[in-house]
């Protein structure tokens, strides 16, 4: 069981930034990653980006890569997703979520879900 606690959400202007924090805490395995995904109102759940915990490998979303970042801090437990150049578009419920079986972009990949945390930009 994993569980997961995000914060770091909030409302900012267009080519603003933020960081979301993910708090991670129970039993992982060598294999565990930990992605960011985010939900719009009316749209479906996508993913933005993910992290192998035992190598940092990384992988985004080509509508992310070069503005956002996703980091770990092993002593802490938590993954951070570093937002630049924010866009209204990004404007979402961000979601941290555990895999066991290795980085992926696959939702159904992912067992484990935080609660979300809402990021809004304005333009």
Known sequence: ???????????????GSLRLSCA?????????????FRQAPGKEREFVAAI?????????????KGRFTISRDNAKNTVYLQMNSLKP?????????AAGGGISYLINEY???????QVTVSS
């Open 24 to 36: 991670a805490s129970g039993r992982t395995g060598s294999r565990y990653a930990l992605g960011w």
């Open 52 to 64: 192998r915990w035992s190598t940092g490998t990384t992988y985004y979303a080509d509508s992310v």
């Open 89 to 97: 578009e990004d404007t979402a419920v961000y979601y941290c979520a």
């Open 1 to 15: 069981q994993v569980q997961l606690v995000e914060s770091g959400g909030g409302l900012v202007q267009a080519g």
């Open 111 to 117: 067992d484990y879900w935080g609660q979300g945390t």
